[in-house]
């Protein structure tokens, strides 16, 4: 069996991003806001490395359609990834927070869909907007989509062979890492991990200044109070 191996190091590069604590005031000892944002990021590197290595195996065990799921979930996280990111930088731009930033991490932090005080962000929302900024993820995802839903391309065409001069149909596992699709679906997961890596990494080196507009505001409100 023939295995390509072009996102191993981007897996890798996935996997340093492992840390075992953050410090509550790493970046500022009053406001709360960049936290927040470590925090998410932290526990999202985590689950990301956890999909990641999880996506490996099972590519590497040749169940491939498995994997398919949670590649989709990977264009997930580095889409809400990517909305920090974004809402980040466009504060950094302008000198100010560009909206209710407090709000958006708390509901990217706790937003449920249970009856709680945060709604879940809408996932497709974020895909879309991630879509903006690198054309075609959202067909992706789409795509991606019709393999995780018991549809046609995830039960018949997945699991199926039509014989039809034999009136027949052969019941196996048939997309492996030797069909024609394979090299699609490795695409997609190693796209994932290159925009969530970059997306990280950016946050993280945008993060100091970005405490500078957040105290700066908290500072403005304090002043504002008095």
Request: proline share 2%; glycine share 2%; with cysteine.
């Amino acid at each position: 069996m023939n295995f390509t191996y072009d996102y191993k190091k981007s897996l890798l590069e996935i996997q340093s991003l492992k840390t075992d604590l953050i410090n509550h005031f790493e970046y500022s000892d009053r406001a709360k806001i960049p936290y927040k944002v470590h925090l998410l990021i932290e526990s999202m590197n985590c689950r990301m490395i956890d999909f990641c290595e999880s996506t490996d195996m099972l590519i590497m065990n040749n169940h491939i359609v498995p994997a398919v799921s949670l590649i989709r979930s990977l264009f997930e996280m580095t889409a809400i990834i990517n909305r920090i990111s974004s809402s980040i930088e466009k504060s950094i731009i302008q000198e100010k927070l560009i909206e209710n930033f407090d709000e958006l991490m708390m509901k990217l932090c706790f937003g449920t869909r249970y009856e709680s005080n945060y709604n879940a962000t809408n996932i497709l929302s974020q895909i879309e907007k991630l879509d903006k900024k690198y054309n075609g993820v959202l067909n992706f995802y789409n795509d991606l989509c019709e393999f995780v839903h018991p549809n046609a391309d995830g039960v018949i065409g997945s699991y199926s062979e039509l014989k039809e001069k034999d009136n027949k149909n052969l019941i196996y596992k048939a997309i492996t890492a030797e069909h024609i699709i394979y090299p699609w679906i490795e695409k997609c997961y190693h796209l994932s991990m290159v925009i969530y890596f970059d997306d990280v990494k950016k946050i993280m080196k945008d993060l100091p200044k970005f405490t500078l507009i957040c105290e700066a505001e908290l500072n403005k409100r304090q002043k504002s109070s008095r």
